[in-house]
């Protein structure tokens, strides 16, 4: 089997993020910088940014200019999606309060599980201890045409099934809160690898001039766990990370131009810095972070007049405000991150992230008590909004080429420790039974892959691991998994670590 040779970092972020020279070019055999490759290559980086500083100074030829700044990589095959957004609901959401009916426990209700097979570790020693089951006090109603039984919790999200794909039984490696975003989120339970939308960049590249290719807008209450690691670019450069954005006030911190500074004069000041920047990088070869830093400052200066316009919202009809709720203080805040996410589809940018849940406190999904009350508010918060932004893409016939995602770190167990029912009981952590959905792009909507045992506790019967999903998401936006790699500490790494297997059941041919 022939291996694939992934691209050299050094050759990629050039290819992804400046414009391709127009003649082929013999590619160093060795290990060098990209710092080497450029000065060999028409002078390298300063000659390339020359162009579009001066059309952008001289106002000529801005159609080129910017043709050249959003150069991008060509897709592995053809594919409809060219943005994510990725809808991440921090704390193990519930599946069979959710999406994931399981009438069984109504009966079972206050009693002892059947036997269980197929778990192991943490949840294999919970169900062997004295415990109780917790049935749904939800109600399920069919939505849709595809006949989905989705809690009643959600009619907003409800609404919309038929343009979803779900994925049921999907397992992850670990049921701590910790490891188990870092997998979902990254691929593996270890920190230090990086994000998906870091790989989907360092794929793709930006289609924006003027803003970053990956934005994350986290809660406003807090960070989720693993705070920054979510969306890092582990050993991808450094240009490939996450971009917060606060999600109130001026978008990104000292974004501003200082007060009496015209940007003629910051324009030389950056100059100045290149140079400066530029020198002192001379003999220091894979230097991703330097690298990372003067492409930070370009884009810094291009987005000054990019990101204020981008989180002004007072362009919006009251009509769009009210459908996504931030006309009310429930469902403000993930409304206005949905509608950013929206605005940032229609404004190039790649890889959105929107979070919603603050580590494992009573703002997160991790309801260890009281699930019914704190189920209710979570659902409140963000069924009108996810649903808004899934019916405002479609009307702005942006779905088909935007793939959302709703995802979590793990699921929740049907039972609760103990030999009763507390006043208000809540749900234990569960590695096995995660349930996402998909839509939009080439995802076939109304599809169903995987399916849990009749508990809700694990796969009925082969478990999904997460990296099928992953690998999934990849190819939906044009990407193939085992050609997306990158060299690190002397082994081809890639996102789903193994390999993993595109779920073809709710992909359209």
């Not at 960049?201 to 924006?208: A, D, E, H, K, N």
Request: charged share 20%.
């Amino acid at each position: 089997m022939a291996v694939v040779q992934p691209r050299q970092s050094e050759v990629t972020a050039i290819f992804h993020h400046q414009p391709r020279l127009g003649r082929d070019i013999e590619l160093p055999t060795q290990q060098s910088s990209r710092r080497d490759f450029l000065r060999s290559s028409y002078n390298g980086l300063g000659m390339l940014a020359l162009a579009g500083m001066l059309a952008d100074e001289l106002d000529l030829a801005p159609a080129a200019a910017q043709a050249a700044a959003t150069a991008i990589s060509d897709a592995h095959h053809k594919a409809k999606a060219k943005h994510c957004i990725f809808l991440f609901m921090a704390g193990g959401v519930s599946q069979m309060d959710t999406f994931d009916p399981k009438p069984e426990l109504d009966r079972l209700a206050g009693g002892r599980l059947p036997q269980v097979a197929g778990v192991s570790g943490a949840l294999a020693g919970k169900l062997d201890f004295p415990h109780v089951v917790l049935p749904s006090p939800f109600k399920f109603h069919q939505y849709g045409e595809s006949g989905r039984w989705v809690a009643e919790l959600f009619p907003g999200i409800g609404s919309c099934v038929d343009e979803m794909a779900f994925i049921h039984g999907i397992m992850v490696d670990n049921e701590n809160h910790g490891p188990a975003t870092s997998h979902a989120t990254t691929g593996h339970v270890l920190s230090g690898s990086p994000s998906i939308g870091s790989w989907v960049t360092y794929g793709l590249g930006s289609p924006s001039a003027d803003l970053p290719s990956y934005v994350v807008i986290h809660d406003p209450r807090g960070l989720p766990m693993n705070s920054g690691a979510a969306w890092g670019n582990g050993y991808l450069p450094a240009n490939f990370q996450g971009t917060v954005l606060r999600p109130t006030g001026t978008p990104i911190l000292n974004l501003e131009r200082p007060p009496g500074v015209s940007r003629q004069q910051q324009r030389r000041e950056l100059d100045l810095l290149q140079w400066l920047n530029a020198r002192h990088g001379e003999g220091r070869p894979i230097d991703s972070e330097l690298e990372a830093r003067i492409e930070a400052y370009e884009l810094a200066y291009r987005m000054q007049q990019a990101a204020p316009e981008l989180v002004e919202l007072d362009d919006e009809t009251d009509a769009t405000q009210q459908m996504y709720g931030l006309n009310n203080p429930q469902t403000a805040h993930f409304g206005r991150q949905c509608l950013l996410a929206r605005r940032m589809v229609e404004r190039g940018v790649r890889y959105t992230m929107l979070v919603h849940g603050v580590q494992i406190t009573h703002h997160s999904w991790d309801d260890h008590g009281d699930s019914e009350g704190r189920m209710r508010k979570h659902a409140a918060e963000v069924d009108q909004p996810v649903a808004a932004l899934l019916n405002d893409l479609k009307q702005r016939g942006l779905l088909e080429e935007t793939l959302v995602v709703w995802a979590s770190e793990m699921g929740r167990t049907p039972f609760v420790p103990g030999r009763d029912l507390s006043e208000k009981p809540g749900r234990d952590h569960n590695q096995y039974g995660l349930v996402m959905w998909m839509a939009g792009g080439d995802v076939k909507a109304g599809a169903t892959v995987g399916a849990t045992d009749p508990f809700g506790i694990r796969a009925a019967e082969q478990p999904i691991p997460i990296r099928d999903v992953h690998a999934t998401l990849l190819h939906l936006l044009g990407l193939d998994d085992s050609r997306l790699r990158y060299l690190h500490a002397g082994r081809y790494r890639q996102l789903t670590d193994i390999g993993g297997r595109v779920l073809t059941e709710i992909v359209n041919a």
